[in-house]
DNA sequence: TTTATCTATCGTAATATTACGATACAAGTG
DNA sequence: CACTTGTATCGTAATATTACGATAGATAAA
């Protein structure tokens, strides 16, 4: 045990829960609002954030294995940014939970 | 290790992060649905949900943790419903948040 | 080429989560 | 009183998460 019964649930439950998830850690809504803000590599987030560099790395796994970012390679650095149309689906699929739980999932 | 360092960040932060995370599971997403369509006794979403009983009233815990609902002691059963004024306030932070991530935190 | 920089991953450890069956306790029912 | 019902909690187990330091590998700079 330890792990989900996902298949139990329905496709809106799960994708609701895998996105609700990934907001469920301070440092990955902290991640979020810098990247809002700003193209950031992940050197940047280690001078903002309290954490070490490899947390911080893992933190931005979850966040991109969960579709709401995306890294691209420049040299030695990887850029991290919004993948807006995930995060736009992301946002609104929570969104019509919010106002209508009842008529999303 | 293992548990998240939320003294590093803000309220907001970690109250998002807190509701979010209450949010992270689809049986809790499927509890809430059923608790906004009525009141329910734990042994409704027994029926409804495949999982077992003891594992439905963790989840019920978790809820409670949360402050998004509330259980009435009914003679031997425990009647949960939707708190509306803090699942209100969650929802209104989660909307401001997705809506302006940076003003609201 | 050597060195510096940057990030992902590995190894490790502590703690949390998810799940189940069994059980205990409380409150009605007969 | 004995019995049923309903739920929380305990015990247990598997897995996930969070965190860090160390390191490997890739690329840029000297």
Redesign the interface.
Known sequence: MGS???I???NS??Q???F??A????????I??EL??RKCICGDLVEI???SQSTISQHLKALKAAGIIEGEIEGTKVCYQIKEDSWNMA?TL??T??KN??DC?
């Open positions: 989900s019964k996902t139990l649930f329905s439950q799960n609701l829960a895998e609700a998830k907001l469920g850690h301070p440092a990955r809504i902290a979020l609002q809002i803000k954030l309290p954490l946002k929570l969104n939970f919010l739980p009842l999932c």
